[in-house]
């Protein structure tokens, strides 16, 4: 991943789950508010439309990022919450024991799980 991935005012969450899948294939994100996952049936909502803070802010997600700052990304400037799981084969496990890690070391270990599959 050379630049990150942008979210901002214009970021619609069908170009997110995109672009995140595109910079980590072995990983998947999903955006909700108020229990409501809005990853599958709003992916036309722009994030700032979702946003619960009054002023939300733009940021980025880089590679080197751990799981756990990524989701205070969102919460802090969107409000949102967020869950990052890893593919294991055909199932995804959510990151919550290995929120420590980065995102790049997350997807790592999906794919050495995929290739030993």
Partial sequence: MRGGIKIDGETRISNLLKKFNNNFPFLKIEISRKGEDYSRDHRDFKLFELATNKK??????YEDLKVSDVEELFRSNLGLKISIYRKMGKSLVETTFTS????????????EIFSTI
């Fill in 100 to 111: 420590q890690w980065t995102l790049s070391h997350q997807n790592d270990k999906g794919q």
């Fill in 56 to 61: 939300p802010q733009e940021f980025w997600i």
